[in-house]
């Protein structure tokens, strides 16, 4: 047990995006314009990736003072890309069809002209969630990107006032730099409190490192050492509630132990050096107490003495939680991550 107890400093209620960018996006990234140059078929090379990310971050980059600023879409997207976007808003979000028939012959075009090139079926965001008078130049709160797989990445954007976007996109070179050509947007709901924006990012990019759920667990670490499947009712906090039944999967890999409640991350226990937990290496000297304090900003307020005698930093929130135990060299030690239902 703690010494302090564990109280949630913040409510946080949100659902985030965890996509595995589909084939279509694939299909995207190789049918590349014209104007482009390079190719993403085969592995991308880690010096394209490294130019992508750079060129990623440089358009939030206000031009003429700190912070963060909303790029120009007409800058940043594909020519195709744009297409896709307003044709789409046209027939779904604002269409001015004089007939049903017309809307559904409409859909059947854009079905038939983008089927092969992009997803189909997506609910409508503005680009990185802007929108409701927000223009090029305006300033952001923050945002926070994290590179995925080839030239993949996602972008968190803090429009401030709880306004918070998650967005997953695909880069493909474009003379000596990048254009987007296909970007998903979702909503983050934050109803009170401050919200650790890293962290957020940090669990959206350990996803994808040991798994969203079972079938993503076994592609990314290989055939687990042991796999468990029960099916039974919910126990919150010692309750049970016989009325909703989830399917429980745990799987244990070398140092790695994964917990899944129909099919949703709920649990992810680290203990090998090498091993992470999206940016928290256990074991590694470069993932210290003060990488750690400074990566997800946090204060000696959160930090605390196991009986044991260890550090441990915490993240704590209403439905999810952090813990990262330190060893005598302040370097990890453990990581233990909890999700609420």
């Known amino acids: 047990m703690m010494k302090k107890s564990i109280l949630s400093s913040t409510t946080l209620l949100f659902s985030i995006l965890a996509i ?27 010096q394209q990736i490294a130019s992508g990310d750079k060129w990623l971050k440089s358009i939030f980059q206000c031009s003429a003072e700190i912070g963060y600023c909303l790029p120009d879409e007409k800058k940043v997207f ?9 044709e789409k808003l046209e027939i779904y979000e604002y269409p001015e069809f004089e007939a049903q028939e017309e809307q559904i012959a409409a859909e059947k075009v854009f079905k038939n002209k983008w089927k ?25 709160e923050n945002v926070t990107i994290t590179h995925l797989s080839d030239l993949k990445f ?36 934050v109803h009170q409190g401050h919200i650790n924006l890293p962290f957020l990012q940090n669990l959206a990019l350990a996803k994808f490192q ?20 029960e099916t039974e009712p919910l126990e919150v906090s010692g309750y049970i509630d016989e009325d909703y039944i989830v399917t429980t999967t745990t799987m244990e890999y070398e140092g ?7 099919q949703r991350m709920i649990h992810a226990t680290i203990d090998k050096p090498g091993k992470q937990f999206g940016w928290i290496i256990c074991g590694d000297k470069n993932c210290d ?7 997800f900003r946090l204060t000696e307020e959160d930090v605390y003495d196991n009986d044991e005698g260890d550090k441990a930093l915490v993240m704590n929130w209403e439905i999810f939680s952090l813990v990262v135990l330190l060893d005598a060299d302040n370097l990890v030690k453990t990581i233990e991550f909890n999700a609420g239902p």
């Open 20 to 46: 595995a960018l589909s084939t279509s996006c694939n299909q995207a990234a190789r049918n590349q314009e014209d104007n482009t140059s390079g190719s993403l078929m085969g592995k991308t090379d880690a």
């Open 78 to 86: 594909t020519e195709r890309y744009l297409e896709f976007y307003h």
């Open 116 to 140: 092969m090139i992009y997803p189909l079926g997506k609910e409508v965001w503005a680009p990185f969630g802007m929108g409701n008078g927000m223009e090029a130049g305006d300033k952001l």
């Open 154 to 189: 996602t972008a968190l954007i803090d429009y401030g006032e709880e306004n918070v976007f998650f967005n997953t996109l695909v880069l493909i070179p474009s003379a000596d730099a990048f254009l987007i050509d296909y970007i998903e947007t979702a909503l983050i709901d």
């Open 210 to 229: 040991l798994g969203a759920n079972p079938d993503d667990a076994k592609r990314l670490l290989g055939k687990p050492q042991s796999e468990n499947t």
């Open 256 to 262: 790695i132990k994964l917990l899944y409640d129909d």
């Open 289 to 295: 107490k003060d990488f750690l304090m400074q990566k």
